[in-house]
């Protein structure tokens, strides 16, 4: 009992949401879900294209079977292997042993290294395609979008783009799969999350796809995750390569460590100084309280941003360097900086996340703030400096 669901005549989406998961790679928060996308081509030859994480395997294989209405499996196309997409290969495999696997050269070694098959595996290249009968697959690999053996697949005919894990969104879909069935709006913050949190270390691979894609005349885009694109497609196609080039709007991140108020203070008068010179769009975190996921897609959405911390036995507070250190190991690039601190006998935090900007390049529009005990009226005025020096570098 199963109402198929058609992106064309003979291509389904069989995906499935996971309201259940607490957090993606066991780190992401998934309050509003997330769908596992997986699609089915049944014309003269069936092809599968990912499978779905393994938990979900149940409900992915009744939706599968109902299109199938007995016929045999003939390709599984393995876009990607991380296993959110790749749990269900072994037991796949099991049901359909005649099955051919399609990899290229990096997925066929994660394969047997995941999941000890090493038969029926078909290597593709660069370019190469299958025909199914009406449709005809060609494979693109797009390394580290997310993982090395990253690929897309293109029906020719129909003009869809299979595109792995770029372009896919958190969020399960809630009755709407396609984007001119929902709001699309509503799931734009989750897109952003998505691609900050997962994909946003990799903006160089992620503009070589773009630019590799971008000889392809798509009519409709389907990830692995999230709803399927058939109005929108320029418009995320424009985000995509504002992100990957950490082209930030114009507005600020402040997110500060703050443990009896007083680095809190800094950033609260930083943040009305910024307001003064009329930016509107401020975002002020506490690191200990928001999950940094929100915080680093704010960072990816906005051009300005400011950190804080008090020393904490001659360091960063931990959880402002945990921040610190996923920036760091996320690469994020082009931003206007500020920092900062407070200490009670010897100041290190405001060095330290100096360091950061360092590290990624980024503009220090002023000098870092950094007050002994609680706040007073130069480093007050200090505050509001640095505030107005950033709401500057923004407006300009
Ligand atoms: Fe949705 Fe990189 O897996």
């Not at 992106?7 to 996971?18: A, C, K, M, Q």
């Not at 509003?32 to 294989?61: C, M, P, R």
């Not at 424009?238 to 600020?252: I, L």
């Not at 609260?268 to 010179?277: G, S």
Request: aromatic share 10%.
């Amino acid at each position: 009992m199963y109402k198929p669901v058609n992106l064309s005549t003979d291509i389904y989406y069989v995906g499935v949401n996971d309201r259940k998961t607490s957090l993606f790679e066991n780190m992401w928060p998934l309050d509003k879900g997330v769908s596992y996308n997986s699609y089915v081509i049944a014309d003269e030859k069936v092809a599968i294209i990912d499978t779905v994480e393994a938990g979900q395997f149940e409900k992915w294989l009744a939706k599968v079977r109902a299109i199938l209405n007995g016929r045999n499996v003939d390709y599984l196309v393995v876009n990607h292997m991380e296993p959110d997409h790749s749990g269900a290969i072994r037991i796949l495999t099991e049901l359909y042993p005649e099955m051919e696997i399609i990899g290229n050269k990096k997925t066929i070694p994660m394969i047997e290294g995941y999941y000890g098959i090493t038969e029926n595996c078909k290597l593709v290249k660069e370019g190469d395609s299958i025909e199914l009968g009406n449709n005809k697959l060609s494979f693109y690999q797009i390394p580290m979008v997310h993982w090395p053996e990253s690929m897309v697949c293109f029906e020719e005919n129909n003009q869809i783009l299979f595109s792995s894990d770029a372009f896919g969104s958190f969020g399960t879909l809630d009755g709407g799969i396609f984007d001119d069935e929902l709001d699309f709006d509503s799931y734009i913050d989750e897109m952003r999350r998505y691609y900050s949190n997962i994909v946003g270390k990799y903006g160089n691979p992620v503009q070589k796809a773009l630019q590799k894609l971008g000889g392809l005349d798509i009519k409709m885009i389907a990830p692995s995750h999230g709803p399927i694109y058939r109005e929108n497609i320029e418009r995320m196609i424009k985000m995509y390569d504002q992100w990957s080039k950490y082209e930030g709007e114009e507005g600020v991140v402040i997110a500060y460590a703050s443990m009896y108020g007083n680095t809190e203070e800094m950033a609260e008068v930083t943040a009305r100084a910024i307001a003064e010179e009329g930016i509107k769009n401020i975002k002020v975190y506490d690191v200990s309280k928001t999950h940094p996921s929100y915080i680093i897609s704010d960072i990816f959405k906005y051009k300005g941003l400011i950190l804080g911390s008090p020393t904490y036995s001659n360091e960063l507070h931990p959880n402002m360097e945990s921040l610190a250190l996923k920036l760091q190991h996320m690469g994020i690039s082009n931003h206007y900086y500020g920092v900062l601190g407070s200490f009670t006998w010897a100041g290190a935090a405001a060095k330290k996340l100096n360091v950061v900007a360092e590290t990624l390049k980024w503009e220090v529009v002023a000098e870092a703030v950094e007050e002994k005990h609680a706040l007073k009226a130069d480093k007050y005025e200090a505050c509001r400096e640095l505030g107005k020096a950033m709401a500057e570098k923004l407006k300009a």
